[in-house]
């Protein structure tokens, strides 16, 4: 059985295998698939750690039937959290997290685990802190289009509501009926608003984190401006968790458009319609195997990737072919052979990283480093800029507990 | 002789008397007028280290007639530097700083010289590193609307460059004739354009910063997605030359509007349009004192302000005027009084504070902390926040030598 699916990040509709009515047991575990990885020097959950979540967050400690949150959306990756923690307040998160901190227990932070790179699931044993319940709107100034919200708000859920105040949001993607904004914030989630409202970074008015060390750091802000020191949210968005759990976030939201404009093609039926824009997604899947890349490149060298990865691939691959986002640059890449092959593999990357790099690109435009491509970071990343990041990593989470093995290389 | 200049900020129209034309010798040297402040533990320049920046500079190390330099537009702050640096490239840049850390000699950076707030020239006698000879445009891209250029283009002749290009740089403001793209994005300035374009953390795409050991952090990308790692280019944009000298900008450049609206006030002549223009600077100045301040409120709160200073305030000041961008919530609050007064002014500060901080808003809307505010950081930021910054600082700049005394409150 076929499943048409959104596509996670940019609304396009793909074809996937019954992957969401599948069962997760099969997906290897991450630590098999990936012998190199070591599990850190961390603390391993106890009963008496147990406890104290239970007491801490009483009723909302699940143990059981953890195969959904340890296992990622594109099912690449499964970790083996034996527990999963569900706050409601920023309070309790701070707890939770000025304990794990003590105790040296690692922590992944997971919003409605939508990610493509396995960034929100745990790569060994790490605890899951779900903002699942923590799904509260806190505040709406409809005259300067200002929401504050939990940070486990669904997205398509703060649309609705924005709707309803003839206001919209600034980020809309494929995923939008079950990621969460505190997710979209800390992954700096692209999608298709891009173009016309400009990044998260420049739409996040304010957020709230909590440290690895349960400290709560409080910039929710609703002002558009504010030069009062360094602008400290920035840091949190896009860092995939490992800097602070976001707790909430104040978002500027536009006015929603009176009108919207839709092109119609002439043909003759809808089926039609449907199946020139699957053709694609359907084709690739028909060859057998799909390699899939994501990533940015300068307008001049948009197309380019995809005529550079013909000639070196040949007669090796079945197809190769290239869509996405002009407007912003982001090239879609797909390449297809009959079956998975090592040496297909090999051919590809790190050539492609390399070519991507000598073009000034970014080998991950939308959808993070996660655990997949965190060692291909200085494919984007200049050394000098990547030791800062590890300082800063340190200056934030010196035990190293907050969504380990993912974004930065390794130390 | 009255002398009417543009607002740095805001490009409005204020009166000033001959501030431009008025000898700099009078200003009060900052280490007298704030006598509290002490010299940080920093070398000072000998012969040496002259001959030094001699050799990596040929003809670019200014000694004489700094007045220029050591003083601030308002004539509110004065240096005492001894020696101004002109670097043209990054790698002087970088050979400079170098130096200094391995010395311990403190350099302030200064784009333009047009902030307000004391943050561009020395305190006491820190070396300025100009960037006025760093004024080549690297390159653009017509078709996307990239800009890439070094930090010291003068933004009036950025605007003129991309006019002919049919594009138009995403901010503006009063100084735009003198102030440096980079001082610009190392101070996040607002201006007349943020409402519609957004501030520069979503229109900066990348910049080149050196760090105080001379280290070159490459994050000049041209791409509007990008999510490899943490956004470090956020972390220099606001930090007023503190974390780093920036020596190059990207930038998202928008399409130039094909027509501009402009409003007419149906009144008898020119003259009057000018002299109702005019009133209320005019006005104030004819009180005699006034104490100005730049502060961002959340847009219910937006007009409080003046109406809580009146209460307080009685009869102890002549007015009480307020004005500003109410799409911003950016509030311009004026006090005058026949003269400068400590009794009026202990009246005002900290309450005026106090008050912005209860109502949510910021101290500084957009002219930064600099040297003036920095003590005032924690009405505007929480202790956690502020404590992170000093970290960021450290890890920064361990020897504290990049623009020391400002943004961040006395350690």
């Given at each position: 059985m076929n499943i048409f699916k959104l596509?996670?990040?940019?609304?396009g509709t793909v074809l996937r295998r019954c992957i969401q009515t599948?069962?997760?047991?099969?997906v290897e575990l991450t630590s098999v698939r990936y012998p190199d990885v070591k599990r850190g020097n961390y603390g391993s959950v106890r009963d008496s750690d147990l406890a104290t979540f239970e007491r801490l967050l009483p009723g909302r400690v699940l143990t059981d039937s953890l195969d959904g949150y340890n296992t990622d959306w594109l099912k690449t990756c499964r970790g083996a959290s034996q527990v999963v923690l569900r706050p409601k307040s920023t309070e309790e998160v701070s707890a939770i997290l000025k304990y794990c901190n003590e105790k040296k227990l690692a922590v992944v932070p997971q919003g409605?685990?939508?990610?493509?790179?396995?960034?929100?699931?745990?790569?060994?044993?790490e605890i899951v802190i779900s903002?699942?319940?923590?799904?509260?709107?806190?505040?709406?100034d409809e005259i300067s289009g200002t929401l504050v919200c939990q940070a486990g708000c669904v997205l398509a859920s703060l649309e609705d509501y924005l709707s309803n105040h003839k206001l919209t949001i600034p980020v809309d993607l494929g995923a939008k009926g079950s990621c969460h904004i505190g997710g979209n914030v800390a992954t700096n989630a692209g999608g298709v608003r891009l173009l016309r409202y400009g990044s998260l970074h420049g739409n996040v008015l304010g957020l709230e984190a909590v440290l690895a060390n349960g400290e709560v750091v409080d910039c929710l802000s609703t002002l558009r401006k504010d030069n009062t020191?360094?602008?400290?949210?920035q840091l949190f968005i896009g860092s995939e968790g490992t800097l602070g759990i976001i707790t909430a976030v104040s978002l500027n939201c536009p006015q929603k458009p009176e009108a919207v404009s839709v092109a119609f093609l002439g043909i003759s039926s809808i089926l039609n319609i449907w199946s020139m824009r699957e053709r694609i997604a359907e084709g690739l899947m028909h060859d057998g195997y799909c390699y899939k890349y994501d990533v940015s490149l300068p307008l001049q060298s948009f197309y380019g990737l995809v005529e550079a990865m013909r000639e070196r691939m040949g007669t090796m691959v079945t197809r190769v072919i290239g869509y996405g986002h002009v407007g912003d640059g982001n090239l879609h890449l797909n390449l297809t052979s009959p079956e998975y092959s090592t040496e297909v593999m090999d051919k590809i990357e790190p050539f492609l990283y390399d070519w991507v790099a000598n073009h000034k690109g970014s080998i991950s435009a939308e959808h993070g480093?996660?655990?997949?491509?965190?060692?291909?970071?200085y494919h984007s990343k200049s050394k000098s800029a990547v030791r800062l990041m590890k300082d800063i990593k340190h200056t934030f989470d010196p035990n190293m507990i907050l969504n380990p093995y993912k974004v930065l290389p390794d130390f």
């Open positions: 596509c996670q990040t940019c609304s599948s069962s997760t047991r099969h409605g685990n939508t990610g493509l790179v396995g960034g929100s699931v745990s790569v060994f044993d903002t699942q319940l923590m799904n509260n709107i806190i505040s709406l020191g360094y602008d400290l949210k480093l996660g655990f997949k491509k965190k060692n291909f970071i």
